[in-house]
Structures are given as C-alpha cells and as structure tokens.
C-alpha cells in the first residue's frame, strides 16, 4: 500500500501520550496502517487544508471549530481518550453529518471496580487499621479483633450509576451472592433487571443498602446529589464508596457523617485534587483514601489503544464503531466531570 | 412430646460457647427438641452411666475414653464445633461402630476467603500504605502512585488446598475472569475441573501465580512444604497469601521472601499466636497482617449452631449428616492443625 | 393533565396490533401517559398537518416520505415493531435531524435462543424419531439407542452473528461448560471475549463446531454465504441450526448436506414460507423442521410493548433511547431481512 | 516393579465389560499400574484364597458371603459399576471393617440432565408434533403454531432429588434466569441455598412449577410417591419430566392426568422395559417417550473408567476415594432402584 493510499488519523491525545495508550507492538500496527499525524492539540487549527481534507480519525479532544470541521469532509470519527467529554467542539454540527464521538473510559471500567471492592473489603473487615495496630504491637486475636466484622456474602449492595464501571463491579461481586440494587434513571428498569440486578431509586439504594458504590458520572443534574439527608438515610454502619467524582457529593456531609459514626466511607476522587494538606479527610476515622489511583493502570491505558484500533477497523470497512462508548446527543451537553490534570 | 421422650444431647462445646454458636432463636429450637446436658469437657466422663446410655449426640469434642464411649450405644454424633480434630478419643472405635465424628469448619469458608481476596487486592493495589502516605500529606496522584499496580482479572491465580475454603475461594473470584489452578493430591483432577478450575503440580502453581492462596489444612505430610525453594520458585512480584495455618510454611523463608523484594505476601496466621512484641514480621515491608481474625466472625460462629441443627435433624431421621464434614477414617490422624485458643 | 398536554404518538403497527404487543395493563398505561393516534400505514400521509406537527412518537414502520417527516419537528423516534428495517423513509433525513428509528426484535432473542437449543438438543439425541419409535413399538433401548447420541456439555460451540440473540444463546449455553466461538465481523474481537466468547473465523466455527448456530440478519453481503463448500468444511455428523433467515444459505447445498449424511440440521425459516407442501425439506432424514415458531410468542411480542414504553419513558426526559436496538447510519441500508407476513 | 508388587484388582463388571467402562488408554493404564483378575461375578467365590488375600480392589458388584470377604484382608473398596446397590453383600461388615462401596452413577448426572432439558424444551415448544405436522403438510406457521409456547426462561423449575443428576440439571439450567426450588428430604436446606436453588415441600414443587424434574433414586419411603392427589396439585398446563425411576409415580395416575390434558409429561423410564407393545404410553398426546436412553451414552460409560481409576490412585496412597459415590451405612438398605438389565 503506497502511503498516501494509508486512511489519515490525526493524533492529539493529550493529556495521554502514544506511548502512554499504545504498547510497541500496537503502536506499530497504528504506523503500518494508517498515515499518522502528530500534533499539539491548540496547534490543530493550523493542519493544512490538505491534511484536514483528507483525514478519517482524530485521536485526542482537541478544541474544533465549526470552521475546521467543514474542511474536513472525510472525517469518520473524534476518539476521545481523555474519556471526558469537553464543551470544546460543536457536537451537534457533529451528529448532523454522522461524524462519531467516542470515548475509551470503558478501560477503567475494571481497575476501579476491583479497586471499589478492596475498599468495600477493607471496611467490612478494618484490614488497615488492623495492620497498623499489629505493625504497633497493639493488634486483637481471633474474634476479640472482629467487633464490627461482617461479610459481603449475602449483604445488600447498592449501585448508583450502571455504566461499564457498575457493570464491572457487578460482575465482579457474582460470586458473593448478594443482592444487587441499582439506581440509574438512565437506564430501563427491564435492562438492569436482565443483567441479573433489581432496579431501585436512589432512597431504596440508599436505606437499604450494607455497601453502596457510586460510579455515576457527574452530570448537569446529579452534582451535589448526595448530601447530610442523603447520608442520614442510610443504615448505621453502612459503607460509602465513592468511585467516580467527588462532585456527586457534598464533600462535607460525607465527612460529617462518617465521623458522627453513622457510616464508614472510602473515596478515589476529592473536592481538590491534589487535597489541601491540612484537609481533615486526611485524618478521618471510618475513611479510606485513595489519591485518584482506581483507574489509572497502565494495563487499562494501553486498552485505550487496543479499542481504537479495533473500532477504525470496524470503521475503515464502513460499519459503526463498537468498542468505544459513543457520544450521543441527548446527554452530551449535560456531562460535567471535570478534566483530569494528570493521567 | 415428654421431656423424658426427646433426644439426649451433651453440650461441651469449649472453646465455643452455647451463646456463641447459636442464636437465640436457634438455641430456643435447640432446647425445645432435644434434652440437652451441659458439661464441662474435662468432667464428661463423670456423667452419670444412665445420661451417657440415653445420648444421642455430643456437640464438642471433650476427652473421650473407649469406656466411656462403650457406655453411649445410642450416640450417632460427635459434633466437633471447634473443628480441628484432636488426638483425644479412639477414632477406630467410633468408625467400626458408626458413630460420625463431624466437624463445622465451614463456617469459616467464606470468611476466610473474603479475607484473602482483601488481602490480595490490598497487595495488588497497595492500598494500605497508599492510604497511610495519604493520611501523613505524601500520597502520590493518579498514575504516578501506581507503579506497580495491577488486576485480579485475568491474572493466574493459584489455589493449594481445596476444601471448603478452596470452593468458596473460587467462588467470589468466579467474577474475575482469571485462570484458577489448583493443587491437591487429595482430590482426583476431573472433580478440580468440574468445578471450573485448572489441577496443577505444586511447582505449576508455584511458578505460575499471579496471586497464590494456601488455605490447605496441615497435616503430617505438609508440615513445612513451602520453604525457600518454593518461594524461589515464585513469579518476581507476584502475591503469597496465607490463610490456613502457619506450620504449612517456613516462615523465616517467607519472610525472607519478602523482604528480599521477591514476593509480596500477607497472612493471617503466624508461628506463634500472639507473636512475639519484636518478632521482624510486624515491620515487614510488603507484608500484610492479619491476627488470625479471617474467619473468627460472629456470623460464622453462629452458622455452627445452624449446621448442628440441620444436621441433627437428618440423623433424627436415620439418615446421614450432611452439611458438617465428617472425619474420615484414612485421614484423621493426619490432621495436624493446633487447636485454636481463643475464638 | 389536560388531554393536549400528552405527548402524541401516532400507532401504525402493522402487522402488529396494539393487543398484541401491549398487554391490557400496558395499553391502559399507554392511553393515559400519551394521546394515542391510531392509522392505518398507507393512511400516514393523509393525517392533519396539526396530528402530525405535535406528534413526538410513531409505533409502527410506515411508508414516511420526506415531506411528511418535514412536517414533524417535534417527532423523536419511530418505534418499529416489525423489527426489520424497511427501505420506505428517508433515514439519512432522520439521522441528519436525530430522529431515533430502533427496533424491538430483542424480544424473539430468548425464545429464539431456546428453539434452537431445543434443536440442538434433539438432533443431539435423536429425540424426535425416538418418540416416533416408541410410539410405532419399534423403539430401542438403553445404549442401543444412543448409536451416535452424544452431549451438548464439553462440545464446542460455534455461533454466527452475535447480536441479541447469539448472546441469549451464549447465555443459556453458560452452563454447559461447553466452548463458544463466535464469528461476527460486526464486532471487534476484545467485545466477544468479554462475554466469555472466543472470537473466530468463519473457516473456523465452520470446521470446529459440533453445533453450529446461525443467527446472523441476512445482509447485502452474507446472502447465500453458506453453501456447499461450507457445509464440506463442517465435521462429520455435526450440527447445523437455522435460527435467522433462509437467505444466508444456500438451501438446496443445505438440504444435500443432510441427506448425504455428512451433517444433521435443524432450521425455523425456509426460502419460501410457507414451504411449497411436496418441497423435500419435508421429508428430508436428520433434518428438525419448525415452521417460523421460534420466536413469535405471545410473550415475546408483549414485551414489545413494554420496551416502547420504557424508551418513550426516557425519551420524555429528553434521555436517549435504551432498550430497543437503534437503527445505524453505517448499516442501515445493508439490512435485506424479508419483512414477516403473519405474526 | 514386578509383576508381583502390583496392588492386585478383581473386574467382575457386569452388566459393564472392560471395554465399555475403559478408553484403550485408560485400560492400558489399568493393566500397567494394577494386576487384574477378570472372573465372572457367580465365579468370585471360587477365586483362590491367595488371590482374595491379595486383592485391593473389586470392581464390579458379585455377590459376596462373608465368609468370602473374610479372606480379604487386603481389600479397600468395592467399585460397583452398574451404580444401584444390590442386597447381595453383608454391608455392614463392609462398613465395620472401612472397606469403602462406592458407585459411578454420576456419570449420567450430565446425559440424563441434557435429556431432561430436551424433553422440558420439547413440550414447551411441541417441538415433536410441529415436526411431525411439517412432514405432513399441515404445519401451522409463525404464532399460529404457538398456540400453548412459553418458556424455560423466568419459569418456576421444581426438581425432586438434589443428587448428581439434580444438581446437573440445576447447572444446565443456570443460564435460563429461572427461579428453581428443590425438594430433597435428606438434604439439610442450607445446602441447597447454598448452591443458588431454593428449598422446598413436595406440596410446593407440585404447585408451583412450571417444569417439575423428578431425578430422586427410588427408595423404601418414595415408591409411589407421585400420584392422582400429586399430579392434581400441578398447575394445568405445566410439565412433568421423570427421570429416575418409574416406581417413584403412579404410571396410570401420571398417564390419567396426562390424557385429561391437566399436564404434560416425558419419561426416560417406565413400570416394564421393554414395555408391552400395546401400552397405552405409546400412543398417549401430550407425552414424550424415551427408551431408558438419558443416560446410557458411551461417554458416560467411558467415564466410568476414568473415575475408577482416579479413586483407586487416592486409595493406593491410603486416602478416601473422592470422586466416586460412597454408600452410606444409614442409606444403604433403602435404595429399590431396579437394576438394569442392559446397559
């Protein structure tokens, strides 16, 4: 294949890297197929109009303009692997003329499940602090250390939020025979009902549950959707694990909550990243933390290049993209995670 | 029915307790279908010769001699409820006259292997002292604070010994989508297969674990089996994880192990219980403790009680016992684990 | 609400009847969330200008020329409840202005799923003409009946095409422990190992399957992409399953695969239906016929209704539709499934 | 090792023959590891006393006196192949003297359970009959033809019996998303939670299922368990599938319920086999018929071998045989199945 019959891709990813997202050999399968240009994101208004006007794929969420699209009439697909959608091109011109939008967050979807669990274990079973006081000498023997020690098997788990990542820790939580609830106003109830969980409102999810997870994105409805009220409900003892953004909640009533007592907590994502150092989430009682660390593996960022290649194999033979999650109309406005500053 | 007319039953359940392993609704159901005689274990053969003509089980496992054994031609039932099998009565007697001899040990699965999958993701995470650097200012954010972070899905997992715990392992990792190989020369591979897992040699899940649980029972032949060789034998990084009992290793090699940097580990069970103030495993780096707290949950004690009910009920019947594990007439004086001293 | 303040929905379900797809629970839900419409679907033009200015949802797949579509602004779905994709709208126009056109033949996915296991089953074991014996007293009994008998657990299993309904099969297959093997060049290789399948090859399903599921939707690229040199790569005495359409076989190649003896066959759907009564597939040995049954229960087309509602739930929160399956600018136009003529 | 140090077996395995119960691999290995004596089972009592004295292993059921088992020091287990336990040897000296009586039956759990599935598919779907009509010329097509069709999927499933064959069976059905409830008398509940099926009476597996399994051997106290009263209690319309052993039902009471068109039936196994050739069964609507063939498949009787010679390599290392099952002092006795007469 002579390189110019090569499709065109367009490479912009920051904040990931090629080599962040591309193993050697993927990266090398991406050169030999396609004809790879490379550009900073703020320089992408200055491609040539050749370049533009012959480009399928842009790999990255650089800021477009209308103007820019326009010159770019072969373009297929914006694969996004930030995984956050910015306000930052015009989606609708976007879905007029069939260009997809798609992003790779689907790559976290496992790390921070299994990440979500460890927490979950760890306060079912204050591994931590159990650790700590036998590093100190100070640790409990058999069921003197095991006050407050109960099980996952056969609680009841509550998810807020049924994407791949509530998807994820439900496949993962199979085997403990426990009840699963999910509250996901997105989802038909049927849909969850078929993935073998029990549709729920978020005050059943709430009240109910012995271990509630949240992983729903941040959207222009749900921030600050969890607060002193919220927390109030749920039963005395319960645990608390946030997964997916700190603006879902109010930081302060978690706090609160867990250092009345009423619950215990663990949280990936905070109010400011990185935390203030006096921040008192640092040294709460009934907390765990974890300083965004859930998603970012390098095992999961080289999955990102894997899903692209895949789907612009799907794409180059005229089909619809598959792997990607794709950007859709009705909710692109409406999302409102913040971006990540580090990978 | 007249008091005189119910099933006679000796309680000498130490180091257990009536209260501990039965509800109060479970205990009321105890008392009001069986004439139950309490005893201290070291005065059971002081029972009168009539209590001892009338019993029908023993829930415990007190000191029994062959006379005294020869005065109980109704018992049908030894109910083991501390669930190692001492070398305190004349186990042949019981065998050739029919009496089972049952233990309740499996109670303790499915909290001992929630334990040891919050061990392994704490290992694979390094969510402890990610949480301790996080409480002191010095955690490290996203990808930067994940060096050597990686899954339970997809990884080799290796299992040595599969009984109850081995099941109940597999079980909660069903989710994970990892390989599972296991070794025990005390199940025949097909049956290991059925139940979904990969028969391995020891060196097979030596070498090829990502993460390797022990949970066999010690016995006269394992005593001691994974010393340095073995640990040699091991995956650079990857994660040892004991929960069964200290002897099955030398613990000196493992330690070593450890700190050597070859293998992560973490244990529930140590040489001596409670170990030494100064003894080197509580400064370990790369090592997670755990003070023999795995199974010993107030929910599990209680599903002794349930067990010894349920099973008591068949064998009212004439028929078998079957949710307790019976003692087996080739492998009884092979069982080497210490008794436990507190529960 | 006043009767002008409900959404409109224009129902035009030919050949499907409101009764049929909407249980009277369901229609009684329908009638008071919606104003409903009825018409006829070569009547659709011929409704008011105002009818079709508020109308937001079409149930049904009529004939939409673009000058009518024009006339709706406020319309956001048409509902086609036939479940194939008619070439008789402008879908371009409704993909330009993100009108959602979905399908809900998701429904026939389990029954289906289940016919053909159900085949499986009975060439596998010869259930069928066993019967036939036994109620001719001609049967035979023990192993000398079970000459080439053999089991569904531990064979491979090949599928082609894995949309809703090879998936439904993959399920119900989960518990055989049998190997699936998938080839869908709709989707990229790391989807189908995800759920638990490994992808393959046409070649390679064809030759290694001992059950072989065809599922696929005929398109403008497999009709008649099995023929004789595919079913001379399939294994002696393997099994062939018809589930999707006629056109993707060639059936005469087919039918001289079967009574050749190199193949078994089992099919719901016939180059002609209803089949021509001396056709030879009516006679043909080692061959299940069912005429087009597979799917169309009274249940699967109520949940018809059920998934209408759901998605009309979400699409008046301005959500996008999630349970029907949505129609594809990429593919749309590939879609050659014949249009059912009975229910 | 000579000739001599060989642990020395007796094959009396009729009805099986070597051949049946071992791949020529497997029997290889037999002769390799083991010195084998082949006699026929009324010739064992005429073996030489030094041949007796020697022997390890039995495996066939002869019919053995005491005095004869007497001259069998050496002897640890009895490995009956035909799988129902005959009152032909003193097995309570067996038991006294820890020589093991296992049995292979398990070996059917898998073709019986895949039988059993076929039948419940073939009467949900009248899968025979519509074959049948389509050969005619008067199949029905489409929903015509589904006049009585439902599903397995989100049905109640009932199962009598919670042995191998009921816990393959549940297995099988482990995809279909069904609520099963198992009534099994000698099985503690718990068990049966355990293992994700719900405990039940007799009365509420009658009444309740949609699709009842009967898999419980026949017993001293379940010989015409099922009768007029019990098929009564069924929901109209629903399926009975008999699996085990005809005397656990009225055969005229099923037939009767069956013909007033109350439910529908299979069976696998009936009061007479061969049956007479005027039975009324053969010709009975709304009925399937198979020839004992569930479970008489060469695979299941080549596993056989496999699970003789996986006990016996435990049992050459003094451990309990595991794989096959063990008859139970208490149980023994009560076991009425009709042997077989073929395999």
Redesign the interface.
Request: aromatic share 6%.
């Given at each position: 294949m002579s390189l110019s019959a090569k499709p065109l891709l367009i490479c912009a990813p920051h904040p990931r890297t090629l080599d962040l997202i591309f193993s050697p050999a993927k990266r090398a399968i991406l050169f030999d197929k396609y004809e790879v240009v490379e550009v900073e994101p703020e320089d992408f208004d200055q491609l040539p109009d050749e370049t533009l006007g012959r480009a399928r794929y842009i790999v990255g969420q650089p800021p477009l303009s209308l103007q820019t699209l326009q010159k770019m009439p072969e373009l297929k697909c914006i694969m996004n692997v930030e995984s956050n959608l910015f306000d930052n091109m015009p989606y609708e011109y976007l879905?007029?003329?069939?260009v997809h939008v798609v992003t790779t967050g689907a790559v976290f979807a496992?790390?921070v499940a299994?990440?979500g669990?460890?927490?979950a274990?760890?306060l079912?079973?204050n591994?931590?602090d159990?650790?700590?006081d036998?590093?100190?000498?100070n640790?409990?023997?058999?069921?003197?250390?095991?006050a407050d020690?109960?099980?996952?098997?056969g609680a009841n788990i509550g998810i807020i939020g049924f994407g791949d990542l509530g998807r994820s820790l439900a496949?993962?939580?199979?085997?403990?025979?426990a009840e699963i609830s999910v509250f996901d106003?997105?989802?038909?109830?049927?849909?969850l009902e078929e993935q073998?969980v029990h549709p729920a409102t978020l005050d059943e999810v709430l009240s109910n549950s012995d271990y509630l997870f949240v992983v729903a994105s941040v959207t222009s409805e749900n921030r600050g959707l969890l607060n002193a009220q919220s927390f109030a409900k749920m039963k005395r003892g319960s645990a608390f694990i946030l997964l997916s953004r700190a603006d879902i909640v109010d930081f302060n009533d978690l706090m609160a909550a867990v250092s009345s007592g009423h619950i215990l907590a663990a949280s990936d994502v905070f109010p400011d990243?990185?935390l203030a150092?006096d921040h008192p989430a640092?040294?709460l009682k009934g907390f765990?933390?974890?300083?965004?660390?859930a998603g970012?593996?390098?095992?999961a960022?080289l999955k990102m290049g894997?899903?692209v290649l895949?789907?612009m194999?799907?794409m180059d033979?005229?089909?619809?993209p598959?792997?990607c999650k794709r950007a859709?109309?009705?909710?692109v406005s409406r999302m409102r995670s913040k971006p990540?500053l580090?990978?």
């Open positions: 879905f007029q003329t069939g496992q790390p299994e990440m669990l460890a927490m274990l760890c079912a079973r591994v931590i159990a650790d700590l036998f590093r100190n000498g640790e409990l023997w058999g069921r003197d250390g095991n020690a109960r099980l996952i098997s496949r993962i939580l199979s085997g403990f025979q106003p997105w989802l038909p109830p049927s849909m073998g990243e990185p150092p640092r040294k765990i933390r974890s300083a965004h660390r970012a593996l390098d095992q960022f894997d899903m895949e789907d194999e799907l033979q005229d089909l619809p598959m792997r859709e109309r009705e909710t990540v580090v990978n």
